[in-house]
């Protein structure tokens, strides 16, 4: 947490506001940002920020800061609506968020039963930060359904997969390229059922082309796909 916050407090004054709204338009700046602050200062958690990885902790990510977007969490009423559009049966899945950053979407996947949840990060700060909140949301959240969450700080494109049913979050994480390597490796590799939520789908050509995958929801801001289990 404590490599984070100072360089948050040197961004230049108006930074956040310049650079808000770059995922989700002018939500982040009204009432998104506020009610992520809002649910900040209830669970004692930090999870709204706008972060630039270049900017943070550079010399501990690697290549896979070429191709990666900046930290940014998921609008909580939107996550909602992605949640909601899933017709699953929550504890026969772990849920994966691809580019977990601060690991707000982990705490709110949390709230329903699924049977293991894990967060891969690629910045060394921002999972640090996201295990700092998976530990204070456990104080203040007893009763979420699942307690077993994790946070793996690994660059997504070499991430090995949980085996079982699965639900991929992404919240535009990075670039075409990784983009494609993930998906098709989801393709290749996964033999059960799989949910993909693909939040500002700036990609989804990638997906799309690929065969495996059917889309099932598009709520404009996100979509819902899905590739059957292997038979
Ligand atoms: C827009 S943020 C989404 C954060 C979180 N999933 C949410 O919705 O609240 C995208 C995150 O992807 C991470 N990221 C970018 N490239 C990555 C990679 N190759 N592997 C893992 N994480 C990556 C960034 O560091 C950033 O935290």
């Known amino acids: ?10 961004w230049p004054r108006g930074a956040v506001e310049r650079h808000a709204g770059m995922m989700s338009g002018s939500l982040r700046v009204g009432s998104g940002r506020r009610s992520g602050q809002r649910f900040d200062a209830r669970h004692g958690v930090v999870t709204e920020a706008l972060i630039f990885l270049g900017e943070l902790d550079p010399e501990h990510i690697g290549d896979a800061l070429a191709d990666a977007t900046h930290y940014e ?5 939107q996550f909602d609506e992605l949640l909601r559009a899933l017709p699953i049966a ?24 699924f049977k293991h949840i894990v967060g891969v990060e690629v910045s060394p700060a921002l999972c ?12 203040s959240r007893p009763d979420a359904h699942c307690k077993d969450v994790r946070v793996v700080c690994k ?11 699965l639900v991929f979050y992404l919240y535009n994480p990075f ?11 989801i393709a290749q590799e996964c033999s059960g059922s799989v949910f993909l939520v693909y939040h500002t ?29 292997a038979t």
């Open 128 to 139: 640090q930060t996201a295990r700092d909140n998976v530990t204070k949301w456990r104080e």
């Open 175 to 185: 670039g075409e390229s990784t983009m494609r390597r993930l998906v098709y490796r």
């Open 201 to 229: 789908p700036v990609h989804r050509d990638v997906v799309d082309e690929n065969r495996c995958f059917t889309p099932l929801v598009d709520l404009g801001f996100g979509r819902v796909y899905e590739k059957k289990a």
């Open 90 to 113: 929550h504890d026969e899945y772990t849920f994966v968020d691809i580019g977990a950053g601060m690991g707000r979407v982990l705490l709110l996947a949390s709230t329903k039963p």
């Open 155 to 165: 660059d997504a494109a070499s991430f090995r997969f949980p085996n079982g049913n």
């Open 1 to 10: 947490m404590d490599t984070v916050f100072p360089r948050m407090r040197e």
């Open 73 to 77: 969490p998921t609008p909580l009423a």
